[in-house]
């Protein structure tokens, strides 16, 4: 990834490149799916104080996926906005089948 990339689509292919081991993505589909329960509790119960584990469950999870097995350095960095747009779009095609949690 020497040159900037310029398009959503274009980032999201280099996206799933960076995240082709099942590991990285069941790491990556646990903390997205813990940040839905938790801003699910914190709607129902009111309680905002726990709103402090949305980003230790989404990107602890993530960057930790990245540092143990993908061995790559999380997009986040570079690409912060992109980067988690796709971690949603990666949750949702992983939960209705479009991606697999295996890699081709």
Do not use: C
Request: charged residues 20%; glycine residues 6%.
């Amino acid at each position: 990834m020497s040159e900037r990339i310029k398009t959503f689509a274009e980032f999201y292919q280099f996206y799933l490149t960076e995240h082709s081991k099942i590991g990285t993505r069941v790491f990556h589909f646990i903390g997205t799916l813990l940040v839905f329960f938790v801003i699910g509790y914190v709607i129902y119960s009111g309680k905002e104080r726990f709103l402090w584990y949305v980003p230790i469950f989404g990107y602890g999870f993530a960057w930790l996926s990245h540092v143990i097995i993908e061995k790559n350095k999380p997009a986040t960095f570079k690409y912060p906005l992109w980067s988690l747009i796709s971690d949603f779009r990666l949750f949702f095609e992983l939960l209705t089948g479009k991606q697999k949690f295996y890699s081709n």
